[in-house]
């Protein structure tokens, strides 16, 4: 779990905290493939996610959802799949400024 939500607060884990778990799950019940569940994840906070498991040489495979930012590229997506990755499920709302503004967004 990437976060510890209650009805007022979110409490975003370290990434240590979230590779811990990843590790003790692995080991306990021996498996490699996990799922990061979360709307979108910000693409920094992936590489973060992705350099700690290179940095403990874990032997995992992940998926996880972001959102299309020019921070990927293709140096970046390599590293994440260096790390496991092997799916990214991405978003577009739109491409166009005038359908982004009557979404407000």
Known sequence: MLMDISI????????????????????????????????????????????????????????AESRIEKAFMKEELNKLYQAGCRILYMGLESASQKILDKMKK
């Open 8 to 63: 007022k607060t979110i409490i975003e884990r370290s990434i240590e905290r979230v590779i811990d778990e990843i590790e003790y799950q692995s080991r306990k019940y021996h498996t490699k493939f996990f799922e990061f569940i979360d709307e979108c994840i910000a693409p920094k906070r992936l590489m973060d996610i992705a350099k700690e498991i290179i940095k403990r040489g874990l032997e995992v495979y992940w998926s």
